[in-house]
């Protein structure tokens, strides 16, 4: 995977923090699964990024 790719699933597992520390502070529950979603979906993309690396 490039540098790009890395860039951009970082920006999202961050992106997903900040959305679940905000529905936390909020009450609104649908925020905080969508962050929650948005840092499980960053964490798989790295694993098969990892997973890709390993095979070079």
């Known amino acids: 995977m490039g540098l790009d790719d890395k860039i951009s699933n970082a920006a999202e597992k961050l992106g997903g923090q900040a ?3 905000t529905g936390k502070a909020t009450g609104d529950e649908q925020l905080q699964a969508e962050g929650q979603v948005d840092q499980t979906s960053a964490g798989l993309k ?4 990892d997973v890709k690396d390993v095979f070079k």
Do not use: A, I, P
């Open 46 to 49: 790295k694993v098969g990024e």
């Open 19 to 21: 959305k679940e520390s």
